[in-house]
């Protein structure tokens, strides 16, 4: 059975004595979990403080995304190696907010995806569908393409040293969630696109669902045999609410 995984996305959000409360709550709240893998991604000016706090405990923490080049003239990013100088384990690839906000393409996601990988991060590779893909039928063919570019770039052995995420963008942060049934038939295809190339590795990588998970339906989602964990949005901000979740996914962690 894979690991389950609980990611939290602090997005935007965070303040110096805020985020102490926080990070420091969510540290003593995970402490005596067992098998199940927790991390906070939190914005570039908060990595020292997470560092500082999170140290020595069960909690990894990483970042939000990161800048596809190494070094050079790019004002305003932030390269690989430099969250792997404050300790980071993972870094958000892809989320939809990058995409539809930034304009990340599927290019950029694959070569965000190689940076992260050759620096020595886990990147989270984030993929999913609009209302209107959903609703013109079209979601399995737009994760399809999103995994593939990565596939493509990066070779699918690379999948090994990642997660995805499904994160259908109908359901972050408008408080609809896809049903267990829905993100599981979307979970599954995605390890069905993987183990066409590679069936042992498919059930190897870990998928996390992301799209408002909250504590009263994590334990349903978790429980879905293609669900490996959450990426958590807002719930990730109220340290209860987000250890509930990491506590439903040690449940069900291998």
């Known amino acids: 059975m894979r690991t389950k995984l609980v990611a939290g ?3 935007m959000h965070g303040s110096l004595p805020d985020n102490a409360t926080l990070l420091g709550a969510v540290r003593d ?14 914005p570039f000016p908060y990595l020292f403080q997470a560092q500082q706090a999170l140290t020595g ?11 596809q080049h190494a070094k050079g003239a790019f004002t305003g990013e932030v ?7 404050f300790g980071c384990t993972y870094v958000i690839v892809g989320h939809s907010e990058r995409r539809t906000l930034f ?3 599927d290019a950029a996601v694959a070569a965000k995806f190689a940076a992260a990988l050759q620096a020595g991060l886990t990147p989270i590779l984030c993929v999913g569908e609009t209302q209107e893909q959903r609703d013109a039928g079209v979601t399995q063919t737009t994760v399809e393409s999103q995994l593939s570019a990565v596939i493509e770039h990066c070779g699918v052995s690379a999948l090994g040293r990642a997660a995805l995420a499904y994160e259908p963008l109908w359901a972050i942060g408008t408080g609809r969630t896809a049903t267990p049934g829905q993100a599981q038939e979307v979970h599954a295809f995605l390890r069905g696109c993987i183990g066409v190339k590679d069936a042992a ?6 998928i996390l669902y992301g799209g408002s998970v909250k504590a009263s339906n994590a334990a349903d989602l978790f429980a879905m045999p293609d669900i490996d964990g959450g990426l958590v949005g807002g719930a990730a901000l109220l340290s209860e609410e987000f250890t509930a979740i990491c506590r439903s996914a040690d449940r069900y962690a291998g």
């Open 9 to 11: 996305n602090w997005k």
């Open 57 to 67: 405990s069960r909690v990894a923490w990483g970042g939000q995304t990161v800048s």
């Open 29 to 42: 709240g995970v402490a005596d979990l067992h098998t199940s893998l927790v991390a906070v991604c939190v």
């Open 201 to 206: 590795l498919a059930q190897q990588v870990s």
């Open 79 to 85: 390269s690989a190696a430099m969250l792997r100088e």
């Open 103 to 105: 304009g990340e393409d």
